[in-house]
């Protein structure tokens, strides 16, 4: 029987590895270095649906892929798949690399004095917990040759590192799928919504994480509240600027505009039949927006932004195919309302929801229904007019036959609860399922009794 056997040789990224994988012993459990690059490698090839085996040299100077005793069918679409896939792996490798440049400028910064201009790590400074100390974090794990979307966010939650080592066990990806799959099929988002992170990786079609090809504006992994946190100094007073306007947000996402459109060259790859157009964009939340516009020239009007999806098709540089582009809140955005836009109640695991704000938060979510759908359908055929096709999927979510799958998600999704001593773990409190039974019991009240305000 034929065998598939293919060396990745890294002797260009050996003294980096390390910075590159955010290894720390104490914080993956004592694992060896290789064994790390392995776990994410492999992750990757799950993702892919590629059935092959990792190996990393304790040296760290290579890493084979290697099958044996398969067809020669199998054996030859492997090859045709490391041919592309192993100069993208050391293209991502590349740019990381690149953007571990930018770390020493941003360490050597002293106070802050604009905006757009941040200091490293400035909570550490003033409370001090090595657990959620910043550190570089970027997309492993990921696909890397088959994706059918890319979705440029701000930074990435510490939890994905820290806590569970896979960059799409989040509350956000988690609801990213999870709305994608409602899109597809309510019922095996019913039944998917009940299985492990683990289990939907070995055991789910792989298309759903071929949607979810994030890239990060800033590569630094930080605790969830530090992309718009409010700054203070030690005494919780707010540090401001010359004009006595307090900074918001702790994360430089401004200093990585070369990583950004490195990543976006990379990961926006064509389409597999419409090649004059790539996959599809999705850009969550304002930082990530501001940098699109850096990055393109496009500009994405605020106002207009805050109250509908805005789409279009732009080239990331000149030459390169039609990418088209939806701009939109954070997927956090829904969490935050959910939870009464309170520092003190999001993550509780309770719907804080009044007759007054149940229209906005149903609206939010229709909205996030229709982009997870307007994704699916510009990955099939990314030619068709952005905005006709954002609107077909909010008439979709808008129909009073789909309200109810609506709000059987807000209850899901609202119960979402961080844990952990340092709130770097999470659950859903309420399944879907039970929270899709609620529903259909109570037809009038889907949420119980809602106050008047």
Not at 65 to 72: K, V
């Amino acid at each position: 029987m034929p065998n598939f056997h293919r060396l990745i040789e890294l002797s260009d990224f050996k003294d980096d590895l390390a910075t590159l994988y955010s290894f720390e012993g104490s914080l993956t459990d004592s694992q060896a270095l290789d064994q790390t690059v392995q776990h994410y490698l492999s992750q990757t090839l799950r993702r892919e649906n590629i059935d092959t085996y990792v190996a990393v040299r304790s040296d760290l100077g290579q890493i084979a892929l290697f099958r044996d005793g398969i067809s020669a069918a199998q054996a030859s679409a492997l090859e045709q798949f490391a041919d592309d896939f192993i100069p993208r792996y050391l293209q991502m490798l590349t740019n990381a690399q690149a953007a571990l440049q930018v770390l020493p400028i941003i360490k050597a910064r002293g106070p802050r004095t604009q905006q757009d201009v941040k200091p490293w790590d400035p909570d550490q400074v003033i409370r001090p917990n090595p657990a959620l100390a910043w550190r570089p974090f970027f997309g492993h794990g990921l696909t890397l040759s088959r994706q059918k979307c890319v979705q440029l966010f701000h930074y990435p939650p510490l939890r994905l590192l820290q806590e569970y080592r896979d960059y799409l066990n989040d509350p956000v990806p988690a609801k990213v799928e999870l709305l994608l799959l409602a899109n597809l099929d309510w019922n095996k988002a019913l039944e998917w919504s009940q299985w492990t992170p683990e289990a939907r990786q070995t055991t789910a079609p792989y298309f759903l994480a071929q949607h979810e090809r994030v890239i990060d504006g800033c590569p630094i992994a930080a605790p969830d509240d530090q992309g718009s946190k409010p700054v203070t100094d030690a005494q919780g007073h707010p540090i401001c600027d010359e004009n006595g306007k307090q900074f918001v947000g702790l994360m430089p996402i401004e200093d990585f505009l070369e990583y950004q459109r490195a990543e976006l060259m990379l990961h926006l790859i064509p389409h597999a039949v419409q090649t004059a157009y790539s996959i599809p964009l999705n850009i969550f939340g304002e930082p990530a927006r501001k940098q699109f516009e850096k990055l393109t020239g496009r500009s994405i009007p605020a106002d207009v932004v805050s109250q509908t999806p805005v789409t279009g098709h732009v080239q990331i540089k000149s030459g390169q195919p039609q990418t088209p582009f939806i701009a939109w809140w954070h997927p956090y955005e829904f969490y935050w309302r959910a939870h009464g836009r309170s520092s003190e109640t999001i993550g509780k695991g309770q719907l804080v929801m009044t007759q007054k704000t149940r229209h906005d938060i149903e609206g939010l979510l229709v909205d996030d229904l229709a982009l997870a759908g307007w994704s699916l359908a510009m990955a099939e055929d990314p030619s068709q007019d952005p905005q006709a096709t954002l609107q077909a999927q909010q008439a979709k979510w808008n129909r009073a036959d789909t309200q109810p799958q609506v709000q059987a998600l807000v209850r899901h999704l609202a119960s979402f609860e961080e844990t952990g001593p340092n709130k770097l773990g999470y659950a859903f409190c309420e399944s879907l399922p039970v929270a899709w039974g609620y529903v259909q019991a109570h037809p009038d009240l889907p949420y119980g009794v809602l106050p008047v305000e």
